[in-house]
């Protein structure tokens, strides 16, 4: 009798610790808060507002919880527990927008009949689906860029005389299945625009435009864009 | 088979087995069309026959693929696109059912979505929810997850996927009666 009461003794002893020091809860029963403000390097005010908002308990009884944003700069009163978690989500996802590196590839269908190393993995699949005799490899480009940048490049094609390239690159998101690339195109050769569109593709994919009939008489021209993201060292 | 299922099913059958549902019975298909056939072969039959609504949406898909290829066949040097491509388009559809049925079932979609979503008419859906999502503005992005494009108002776009899943190609094409 008398092991069982030390032993309910020590239960509550042990409880009345780990309610006082585990949970933080105050003297008049609400969680004890803390203020603290974040630097925040990379996302908008307003990605980072929605971003923690489901971990601030605003509508708390005693200690709600509150958080502003300014200028990079987050203010949250919450938990320590809840602070944690937002230096967590903070710290997985502020982080630089991935370099793009996008590479163009002007390719004729004209019945070339020997296959070009640098087209052949689209010319495979290109064979599956049309049946133009061969393909030819017109002019590549490879330029650079960040979400937001307008990319303009212009260069000579055999027989197409002066083009030009224009990117801009709408959105990137990086994801743990490699992320995605949205880009608005528009492939220039001498005063007519043969490809204006607006496409998206996995990063790493291959995107192969064609059109029919032809916008250069009866020239079958195929604009391929392969884009890669490249993480940017902090 | 509902209505959803039914369009879902529109969207990844072969030409052939939506030929034959929109003919009504299997009188007078040939035996090339019940190979195609899948599981559902059946009861896709019976509700394309008896629901308008789905027999609109199978007889949009067939005009579609129709008009693709009749676009795709000037670009035949060989022999008729006519035949090349639906045989093409079928061989890609057993192969990857054979490997990948999903990603088929996104293609197709991806394709179908491509050539209805530019074209402005309504599609009466009758009693069961759609599986098909009938845009009628424009200009239309073609989404199914990915990859995606877009296609102006006097263009039709189909989105192909290859046995190579790192490469997909999107082929524009004029729309004809917008």
């Given at each position: ?187 220039h050769a001498g005063s ?43 | ?19 034959a549902a929109l003919s ?155």
């Amino acid at each position: 009798m008398m092991t069982a009461s030390i032993r309910i003794a020590a239960a509550c002893l042990v409880a009345s610790v780990a309610l006082s020091l585990g949970a933080c809860v105050a003297g008049d029963g609400a969680p004890e808060t803390e203020t603290r403000t974040f630097e925040v390097l990379y996302l908008d005010d307003w990605v980072v507002e929605r971003l923690v908002e489901p971990y601030v308990y605003s509508g708390r009884e005693g200690a709600p919880g509150m958080a502003s944003v300014v200028q990079g700069k987050l203010t949250v009163r919450e938990t320590p527990e809840n602070l944690r978690r937002i230096d967590e989500t903070l710290l997985e996802f502020d982080r630089p927008k991935p370099m793009v590196r996008l590479v163009f590839q002007i390719i004729e269908a004209n019945g070339e009949q020997g296959v070009d190393p640098r087209i052949a993995d689209v010319e495979a699949a290109l064979r599956q689906l049309f049946r133009f005799d061969g393909y030819r490899l017109l002019g590549e480009v490879m330029v650079y860029g960040t979400e937001g940048n307008e990319l303009f490049q212009e260069f000579d094609v055999p027989d197409l005389g002066p083009s030009a390239i224009e990117a801009v690159i709408m959105n990137v998101r990086a994801d743990s299945a490699g992320g995605t690339v949205q880009l608005e195109l528009r492939f220039h050769a001498g005063s007519r625009t043969v490809f204006g569109t607006t496409v998206r593709v996995r990063a790493g994919q291959t995107a192969v435009l064609g059109r029919t009939p032809s916008s250069i008489g009866s020239r079958n021209i195929i604009l391929v864009v392969r884009p890669e993201l490249q993480q940017i060292q902090e | 088979m509902n209505c959803a299922e039914c369009r879902e099913h529109v969207l990844e059958a072969e030409p052939l087995e939506i030929a034959a549902a929109l003919s009504g019975s299997q009188e007078g298909v040939g035996p090339s069309v019940i190979s195609v056939e899948g599981p559902s072969g059946a009861s896709f039959r019976e509700h394309v026959a008896g629901c308008p609504g789905c027999m609109t949406a199978a007889e949009w898909v067939m005009a579609a693929q129709e008009e693709l290829v009749g676009d795709l066949s000037v670009l035949s040097p060989r022999r008729s696109l006519y035949v090349s491509v639906p045989e093409a388009v079928l061989e890609a559809a057993r192969r990857s059912r054979r490997t990948r049925r999903g990603s088929w079932g996104i293609a197709a979609a991806a394709v179908a979505a491509g050539i209805l979503a530019v074209r402005s008419m309504d599609l009466e859906v009758g009693g069961e929810p759609s599986a098909v999502e009938i845009v009628a503005t424009a200009p239309v992005v073609a989404t199914v997850l990915t990859p995606a494009v877009d296609a102006s108002l006097d263009e039709n776009v189909a989105v192909f996927e290859t046995e190579d899943s790192d490469i997909v190609v999107f082929w524009f094409y004029e729309g004809r009666g917008q």
